[in-house]
């Protein structure tokens, strides 16, 4: 008997009331939304051995009968062993559980029994350990490749997976949206049987086939939702911003250093998009150091002489405020305003918050800088002409789309990331922004030595790091943690702070910087920092974007497997901004092989696309961008590294939109597109 989609859980037989609200937590509500809940891995138990041939670590399945079974403390008297002998017709074995008395009478001698499990020679006698058992010959839970499902509360494997088996049976009313010349000419398996193999696969193939299908899936439809936003973004309009060429010249020509031939690129083509009463979108991705800020800057000079207001955001305080000086730099005559929660600034003036606030809002003061919460609050900014965001990751796919909303006439919309990504992973992640790239470094920055440092290794490390203090230089200091944790055994930039000012540092100045301190407070710190009247600034990873003291020429990261490679790049980014050579050190106890192999790749090259790619290998995409397309559907069976499957699927919504550009000639792609907007809340 099937079961509706919508039903609700508590309508599955197996599941008690508190398993319902520990699902609920998790956002399992209903039967659909179960049957889209997916193993994060899987057990294959389906192996089955005679007892005769069984050796330590196999896992195997066994079935026979229950000869003996009896419960008893351990030696120690902490845990309680339930000790069974098990046979078949292959031979017997001793089984063993840990506290489950329960079991004496669960499984009274005589019981047949399936188990699935471990072998072990631990304990002398070979043994099978904690087996999963089903008194059947084969169920949800032995003999076949099992589902492993994240839990929460009171939630088991076992309830879990009866929950779902029963609901299985209403897999067959899934809608399966997907063109009938996809299915076939990608042989993609059909929607109910892809869900009910990813949940209990028939075999190692076929759990392979339902990846591949539900991948592809996610994959078309985020393809389809970039495109549907760029048609979107093509009935809104915008103001049109140009500034004669004669002007721009003579702006680029004022700066102290030569503009590159990537940043030139990349500043002619959001011109030319600031030109068109369409919102330009477009992302400004480059590596470390490679002048995105100018690029930013000149952007702002067109809107600003067009006679627009420019609003940039930035993902910290910090950052916020770097970036207003830099402005004060290139656009001193349009008075930079800057706009944190701690701090209101007119130019070099500090000013009250309602002040900054009400010539924002009648256009006396038009180019502001602060932190994203300057579009979340809906500060009014007269005649907004352009919106530069920072960090593009931490803006979401839906702010970017609701900010073209807020008014009849939108901004245009410039974002950045200095997080290195390979072309083709950009244009999907961010398919909805037309890309610049800046992939080369101005003249004149130095190379970095990067040096792996153990215990065995600081005596070198701290002399070197001396030397370049004593040679007028400064120096970084990155922590994982604020404050000591004895259970995760890393430095903290408490403990650091008191280590080198009392240890091998202690004739310099040390301060500390964190984001728990108050605004005023790391304005000081960095203030003095970028003065020089410090020479080693402890801090966790609040510099890791963007801050700029060409001074400093050692960055030292304690904990440094800890970190990804594109964030270890970011930190290595805050040195060699000067004239001298520059080091990083990366100060790691961890020698696992993984660890290692990841911090050789950041000894190895300077190259962020590079190392972009190498992070995706070694450690996947699913952390990669973090929350990088904050409300899109979220990605159950992709990854950022499945580039075939990418390439795939941007050409099949390519074709799609090639044979019906509104979708109509395709009712349930355009069905599932509008549902997925509704969703994100997107309209």
Request: net charge neutral; glycine share 8%.
């Amino acid at each position: 008997m099937s079961i509706p989609l919508g039903s609700p859980i508590k309508d599955l037989p197996g599941l008690g009331s508190t398993a319902v609200g520990d699902l609920g937590r998790l956002g399992v509500k209903t039967v659909r939304d179960l049957l889209w809940y997916a193993p994060f891995r899987y057990d294959d138990l389906s192996t089955t051995k005679p007892i005769s041939s069984l050796r330590h670590d196999d896992v195997v399945t066994l079935r026979g009968v229950i000869k003996s079974i009896s419960g008893r403390r351990s030696n120690n008297n902490r845990v309680h062993l339930t000790e069974a002998i098990f046979e078949n017709e292959t031979g017997a074995i001793k089984v063993v559980w840990f506290n489950q008395p329960y079991l004496e009478k669960t499984l009274a001698p005589g019981t047949r029994v399936t188990l699935a499990g471990q072998v072990s020679q631990k304990y002398g006698a070979t043994s099978l350990i904690s087996p999963v058992y089903e008194k059947t010959e084969s169920g949800n839970n032995t003999g076949r490749i099992v589902p492993i499902y994240g839990l929460t509360g009171s939630l088991t494997q076992r309830r879990l997976r009866g929950a779902i088996k029963y609901a299985l049976k209403a897999a067959g009313r899934l809608v399966d949206w997907l063109p009938e010349k996809i299915l076939e000419d990608e042989d993609l398996l059909p929607l109910a049987e892809a869900i009910s193999e990813i949940h209990f696969p028939s075999a190692t193939e076929a759990l392979e086939s339902a990846r591949e299908r539900l991948k592809f899936e996610e994959l078309f439809l985020h393809q389809l939702l970039f495109a549907h936003m760029k048609r979107d973004r093509e009935k809104i309009s915008a103001q049109v911003l140009s500034c004669p060429t004669d002007e721009i010249k003579v702006w680029v020509e004022k700066l102290p250093f030569q503009l590159t031939k990537a940043q030139r690129v990349a500043a002619w083509e959001i011109v030319k998009d600031l030109e068109k009463d369409v919102p330009m979108q477009r992302l400004l991705q480059g590596d470390v150091g490679s002048g995105k800020t100018v690029v930013a800057a000149l952007a702002a000079f067109v809107a600003l002489r067009a006679g627009a207001s420019v609003a940039y955001l930035a993902p910290t305080s910090i950052l916020a405020e770097q970036q207003q000086r830099s402005f004060l730099k290139f656009l001193s005559e349009f008075s930079p305003a800057l706009l944190t929660s701690g701090l209101a600034k007119i130019g070099s003036e500090s000013v009250k918050k309602k002040d900054l606030l009400a010539v924002l809002k009648t256009g006396e003061c038009r180019l502001i800088v602060g932190t994203h919460a300057l579009i979340e609050d809906a500060i009014e900014v007269a005649d907004l002409g352009l919106v530069i965001i920072d960090e593009q990751h931490r803006f979401g796919v839906a702010q970017r789309h609701a900010l073209l909303r807020r008014n009849e006439i939108a901004p245009h919309l410039l974002s950045m990331t200095a997080t290195p990504i390979p072309r083709s992973l950009a244009l999907t992640i961010y398919g909805d922004l037309d890309l610049s790239i800046l992939n080369e470094l101005p003249p004149g920055r130095q190379p970095i030595t990067t040096e792996l440092i153990g215990r065995a290794q600081e005596d070198k490390m701290y002399s070197k790091i001396v030397s370049e203090i004593e040679n007028s230089r400064q120096v970084f200091v990155i922590c994982p943690l604020i404050d000591p944790s004895d259970a995760l055994g890393v430095l903290s930039v408490e403990e650091t702070e008191k280590k080198l000012a009392e240890g091998p540092l202690k004739k310099f100045h040390v301060a500390k910087l964190h984001g728990r301190m108050k605004a005023d407070e790391k304005e000081k710190i960095m203030g003095e920092f970028a003065a020089g009247k410090i020479d080693v600034l402890i801090s966790t990873t609040v510099v890791e974007v963007g801050v700029d003291i060409p001074n400093a020429s050692v960055m030292l990261i304690f904990g440094a497997e800890r970190f990804g490679l594109a964030q270890l790049h970011q930190l290595r980014g805050r040195v060699g901004r000067g004239s001298a050579a520059s080091f990083c050190f990366l100060h790691s106890t961890n020698r696992s092989p993984a660890a290692w192999q990841r911090l050789q790749a950041m000894v190895k090259t300077q190259d962020g696309f590079k190392l972009a790619e190498a992070d995706l290998k070694l450690r996947g995409g699913g952390d990669f961008f973090g929350e990088a397309q904050s409300g899109f559907p979220e990605w159950r069976f992709a990854s950022f590294t499945d580039s075939e499957a990418i390439k795939k699927a941007r050409d099949w919504a390519k074709w799609v939109l090639g044979e019906s550009s509104d979708l109509s000639d395709f009712p349930l792609v355009r069905q599932k597109v509008q549902e997925s907007f509704e969703r994100v809340h997107l309209e």
